[in-house]
């Protein structure tokens, strides 16, 4: 069946470089999301990448997608203390259904 | 644009009533809605699709007497969550995707307790 995997925790300091993970199984993924919650709040989609791309990047946040290994990582570069949440990867499933990830929580240490 | 609203935030209600909770799309038609559930620490766990107009598709699981869910307009569906218990406690958030895009624009989430 469908799964999405992300490790649960990342601690990087101010100013560095984050990277989180994630790796699915289905074979018709049509896109990948990235989704970043804070405590007590809904989903903000932050980026996606449709499954025929490899790079996309946006502002501080890179996306890369390996179709063969189904991984795909999310970076940001440039940590600050307001990035700190919980962030999803989520795999789009044709006609519309998402599978999320387990949450990747971010701290961010001054 | 693309804003999705949900009331109440914040819902406790007691055993064995029921609590019903909206989810909007403010500035689009919302061809469908998504219904998911979230447990402390844990990740979303889809419980239904609906589309404007007809029955919801229900998840392996998730019981369709227990979760009612309309779907009365391009702008509103209605997640009941009937003769709660307090193991329905938990964090729902809907989501809501325009016609012919792979977005889905999520609701701010509604606490539920029930005591």
């Known amino acids: 069946g469908e799964d999405v995997e992300q490790s649960l925790f990342l601690s990087v300091r101010e100013g560095d470089s984050s990277v989180i993970n994630c790796t699915y199984t289905d074979s018709s993924s049509t896109y990948l999301y990235w989704y970043k919650q804070e405590p007590g709040a809904g989903l903000q989609l932050l980026t996606y990448i449709f499954s025929n791309m490899d790079m996309k990047q946006d502002q501080r946040l890179t996306v890369l997608l390996n179709k063969k290994d189904k991984h795909l990582s999310l970076r940001i570069a440039d940590t600050q203390t307001g990035d700190s949440a919980i962030y999803f990867c989520a795999d789009h499933l044709p006609p519309g259904k998402l599978i999320f990830g387990q949450g990747t929580t971010l701290q961010v240490k001054p | 644009g693309a804003v999705v609203s949900q009331h109440p935030s914040r819902v406790i209600c007691k055993s064995g009533t029921s609590v019903k909770i909206e989810c909007r799309s403010l500035d689009f038609q919302a061809t469908t809605m998504f219904w998911y559930r979230q447990f402390p620490k844990q990740s979303l766990m889809l419980m239904a699709t609906?589309?404007?107009?007809?029955?919801?598709?229900?998840e392996q699981g998730v019981e369709k007497d227990k979760f009612l869910i309309n779907h009365a307009s391009l702008t509103l569906s209605t997640l009941t969550v009937t003769s709660a218990h307090p193991e329905d406690s938990s964090f729902y958030i809907c989501s809501a995707s325009q016609p012919h895009s792979y977005e889905q624009y999520f609701g701010p989430g509604t606490r539920l307790t029930v005591t």
């Open positions: 609906s589309n404007e107009g007809s029955k919801a598709t229900y």
